[in-house]
Nanobody, 122 residues
């Protein structure tokens, strides 16, 4: 059974950097043909894909967030981490990590973390 668990501070001050970690169990983040994404949902809005760590180690980012976003991974701990700099109240959201396949047969999100609420406030 694949499980993903987000962890990190629930409260961040404006202009600071948000850092969240997703710990994966039951699967390796280096397994071929999967990417590991960060997705958020601001209150009252839809899901927004932020970026992903590819099984090869490469990363992809949402263009509108690229200048503020960094995703890294620790293969020894089977974790991947999101850093979002210069946060504003508009970055307040529930943040999820999720797995998606890269081939036609598994090109969907099959496992999600439970989500973690992040508030941006001084």
């Amino acid at each position: 059974q694949v499980q993903l668990q987000e962890s990190g501070p629930g409260l961040v001050k404006p202009s600071q950097t948000l850092s969240l970690t997703c710990t994966v169990s039951g699967a390796s983040i280096t397994t071929d043909y999967y990417i590991w994404s960060w997705i958020r949902q601001p209150p009252g809005k839809g899901l927004e894909w932020m970026g992903a760590s590819h099984y090869s180690g490469s990363t992809r980012y949402r263009p509108s967030l690229k200048s503020r976003t960094s995703i890294s991974r620790d293969t020894t701990k089977n974790q991947f981490t999101l850093q979002l700099s210069s946060v504003t109240p508009e970055d307040a959201a529930v943040y999820y990590c999720a797995r998606r396949g890269t081939r036609a047969a598994n090109f969907y999100y099959d496992y999600w973390g439970q989500g973690t609420q992040v508030t941006v406030s001084s």
